[in-house]
Nanobody
Framework: QVQLVESGGGLVQPGGSLRLSCGAS????????MNWYRQAPGKQRELVAT???????NYADSVKGRFTIFRDNAKNTVYLQMNNLKPEDKAVYLC????????????WGQGTQVTVTS
């Protein structure tokens, strides 16, 4: 069974940093477009960062210059480095894998909570 497992969330003060990880099992990781989304209470799910192997990453305007997405295909893992965190970054962060060769095939992790508060 395909699994995406996020880790690295937690509580941090404004201006702090966290690194999220998403490990994938039972997929050919390199052919998946990897995304990080976030969901805050009462708000729509927001696409934060995307990365396809061999392509440049893309970011939501709200996180540009602060967040970095990168992947290690050998470890079947995608990361989200989050710096200069702000209270408005508080959300559940979810990993999403989209197959680039089979339309409609995608997987979601269960999410990891990020809380930014002083």
């Amino acid at each position: 069974q395909v699994q995406l497992v996020e880790s690295g969330g937690g509580l941090v003060q404004p201006g702090g940093s966290l690194r999220l990880s998403c490990g994938a099992s039972l997929i050919t990781f390199s052919i998946y477009h990897m995304n990080w989304y976030r969901q805050a209470p009462g708000k729509q799910r927001e696409l934060v960062a995307t990365l396809t192997s061999g392509s440049s990453p893309n970011y939501a305007d709200s996180v540009k210059g602060r967040f970095t997405i990168f992947r290690d295909n050998a470890k079947n893992t995608v990361y989200l480095q989050m710096n200069n965190l702000k209270p408005e970054d508080k959300a559940v962060y979810l990993c999403n894998a989209v197959n680039t060769r089979v339309a409609g095939r995608q997987y979601w992790g269960q999410g990891t909570q990020v809380t930014v508060t002083s």
